[in-house]
């Protein structure tokens, strides 16, 4: 079992930066691979990026691509979002998830384990 705690979400203007974490409770955190999506109003939830257990190894939708970083401290327990040059498009609730095996790592069924997401809200 794994418990997942996302922070960090808030309210930034367009070109802005904003830092997630989320947080896993559990030994086993190194052994899944993490990813975060978002889900906007009346949309469906949308797959952002995913790091492999080590932290060597990334995925991100084209969407986000050179503008937001995933990155992972399995000593910590936590996974990171790093979202950079912000645009209102951005705005959703941002969810991280754990899953044991990576082999869709862009789709939602793949995760295990899913945290009760944070607010982004981008103003332009």
């Known amino acids: 079992q794994v418990q997942l705690v996302e922070s960090g979400g808030g309210l930034v203007q367009a070109g802005g930066s904003l830092r997630l974490a989320c947080a896993a409770s559990?030994?086993?955190?190194?052994?899944?691979?993490m990813g975060w999506f978002r889900q906007a109003p009346g949309k469906e939830r949308d797959f952002i990026a995913a790091v492999n257990i080590h932290g060597n190894s990334t995925l991100y939708a084209g969407s986000v691509k050179g503008r937001f970083i995933v990155t992972r401290d399995n000593a910590k327990n936590t996974v990171y979002l790093q979202m950079n040059s912000l645009k209102p498009e951005d705005s959703a609730v941002y969810y991280c998830?754990?899953?044991?095996?990576?082999?869709?790592?862009?789709?939602?069924?793949?995760?295990?384990?899913w945290g009760q997401g944070t607010q982004v809200t981008v103003s332009s």
């Open positions: 559990g030994r086993t955190f190194s052994s899944y691979v």
């Open positions: 998830a754990a899953a044991r095996t990576g082999i869709n790592v862009g789709r939602t069924y793949e995760y295990d384990y």
